[in-house]
């Protein structure tokens, strides 16, 4: 009759707490071999060592207890076994890759603070899709697109527009021109007129700063984020967008993985 050893026995053979052994039978990791129905006393098999042993090393190389469960619940072949550490192998691939690009954005935000200017801080967020109206111009300047957005609020019916307004620039002055598009957004569609355009602003995740209303602001934000974007290793994807909130700006980069 192969011997048995009760919950504590095993803890000393094995090296593992009780607290942690009993933590293992209720998920259904390791069970113990029997169990005693008048005193709810665990017993396990010497072979039993073998198989916390496997579960200990797996769990030492990160791979987490629901996916050792599943291994061993479909007593793993050696196969099996590669395939799971395959797929442990990329996750750290990529967590090193992730920890690689977090190390580039600390050492940039120390750089700032080494500078004499004030450290602008970049977030990332997900915006959801907006209906909007809107119209794209090309100006000289641009205060001249301030012209282009009382037109739009000018046409369209006040109780028809939502909070939210501002301007898709894609061309800024860099580029050598000016173009952008003032836009609101809508609360009900409205008919389509040949001054304004109607359509619907994608959802995106944007690259964002807060600035100013004045240029000299909107500008340290735009290098800002244009900084951050580069460390961070992304492309820009669609047009800049400028979100007018109150005596401030919002500006947000669409992001697309460089």
């Known amino acids: 009759m192969a011997a048995h050893y009760r919950i504590g026995e095993f803890s ?92 580039k954005c600390i050492d940039a935000a120390l750089d700032e603070l080494d500078g004499t200017m004030r450290s602008i801080p970049v977030v990332v967020k997900r915006r959801a899709a907006v209906p909007i109206a809107s119209i794209r111009a090309k100006v000289k300047s641009y205060t001249d697109i301030l012209r282009f957005e009382r037109e739009l609020m000018n046409a369209l019916p006040l109780e028809c527009m939502g909070e939210l307004r501002g301007v898709l620039w894609y061309r800024c002055a860099d580029s050598g021109s000016l173009e952008g598009e003032p836009f609101v957004a809508l609360r009900y569609s409205v008919p389509h007129r040949s001054y304004y355009d109607v359509k619907q602003l994608p959802a995106v995740t944007v690259a964002c700063a807060y600035s100013g209303l004045d240029d000299d602001s909107a500008e340290r934000s735009y290098m800002a984020i244009r900084k951050w974007m580069e460390v961070a290793g992304y492309k820009l994807d669609g047009p800049k967008r400028e979100i007018y909130l109150d005596q401030m700006l919002e500006i947000q980069f669409p992001l697309q993985a460089a």
């Open 12 to 103: 000393h053979l094995s090296g593992v707490s009780a607290k942690t052994l009993r933590f293992y039978d209720e998920i259904g990791l390791l069970r113990p071999d029997s169990v005693d129905a008048r005193t709810g006393y665990r017993h396990y098999r010497a072979q039993q060592l073998e198989e916390l042993a496997s579960i200990l090393t797996l769990k030492s190389l990160g791979v987490s207890l629901g996916d050792v469960r599943k291994f061993i619940a479909r007593a793993g072949s050696r196969d099996d076994r590669r395939e799971l550490l395959h797929e442990l192998k990329m996750k750290v691939e990529q967590s090193m890759q992730t920890a690689a690009q977090s190390l």
